[in-house]
């Protein structure tokens, strides 16, 4: 069963026509960044409940798991773009986020400065956004499923801390 938070119940806009909106948009964003090969910044976030992190996977581009998590918007702080962001994709109201990280990379032709927060969460609920999240899932830290290459860079420096 997937949760519909209050946005899309105002919005009424039936979730598959919500998700052809989100691939849409992500394709003339892949042809944009192809032709402009800009600098974006990002963020996304570990979010661990006992011993086990949370994981989705998007409606549109690859459908693998990866953090939740998202590009910043112009002048937004880094971690009032992960709290929004954690909360429009799962409806989680972060306390305690920690920045335990930056690194750069380059996918889909951007020039990516990806910021990595962690928190522990003291309750499960999730809420996902159902145009843009296909399915989120807890998943034991020791027996993750396979995710996406900032997924593994973000775990990797994660552990090393």
């Known amino acids: 069963m ?28 892949r042809a944009y960044w192809f032709i402009v090969q800009p600098q974006v910044r990002g963020a996304l976030a570990l979010l661990i409940h006992a011993d086990q992190l949370l994981l989705v996977r998007n409606t549109y581009g690859r459908r693998g798991w990866t953090l939740p998590g998202g590009m910043m918007k112009r002048s937004e702080e880094p971690e009032i773009a992960m709290r929004r962001e954690v909360h429009e994709e799962v409806g989680i109201t972060v306390d305690g986020l920690q920045l335990i990280g930056v690194f750069n990379g380059r996918q889909a032709q951007r020039r990516d400065t990806i910021y990595i927060f962690a928190a522990q969460i003291p309750h499960p609920a999730i809420q996902i956004d159902p145009g843009e999240i296909l399915e989120a899932r807890w998943f034991p830290l020791a027996d993750l499923p396979p995710v996406s290459t900032y997924t593994r860079r973000a775990l990797a420096l994660w552990r090393s801390k």
């Open 2 to 29: 997937i949760a519909v938070s209050n946005e899309q119940r105002v919005m009424n806009i039936p979730i598959p026509l919500l998700r052809a909106v989100y691939r849409c948009a992500y394709t003339l964003l």
